[in-house]
């Protein structure tokens, strides 16, 4: 029953800046910590950032720290992904996920995943 659809993505210029948000339709959104991540082609999914249930508390990669800032509003069941100064190496499909146990750092912690929203990042 639980769905996570992502926006926000789409092409920007090297510099540029793009909000990413992921809806969340279940009830029990703000019991969970919620992720995004973010895959190019030819490549793993890789970590980006992840909020704890209370937004109190985030994590980064090295790569997108001081950059990117996640952040959720449970009101809304909502998570975003604030992306500034975004780089050619940014570009990738970013995905939000929830947590069920384990790493936020790592993808099989989490449990429940959307489709996906493309960011591409043109230099």
């Known amino acids: 029953q639980v769905q996570l659809v992502e926006s926000g993505g789409g092409l920007v210029q090297a510099g540029g800046s793009l909000r990413l948000s992921c809806a969340h339709s279940g009830r029990t959104f703000s019991s969970y910590a919620m992720g995004w991540f973010r895959q190019a082609p030819g490549e793993e999914r890789m970590f980006v950032a992840a909020v704890t249930w209370s937004g109190s508390t985030t994590y980064y990669a090295d790569s997108v720290k001081g950059r990117f800032t996640i952040s959720r509003d449970n009101t809304k069941n909502t998570v975003y992904l604030q992306m500034n100064s975004l780089k050619p190496v940014d570009t990738a499909i970013y995905y939000c996920?929830?947590?069920?146990?384990?790493?936020?750092?790592?993808?099989?912690?989490?449990?429940?995943w959307g489709q996906g929203t493309q960011v591409t990042v043109s230099s």
């Open positions: 996920a929830r947590h069920n146990s384990g790493s936020v750092y790592s993808g099989p912690s989490y449990n429940y």
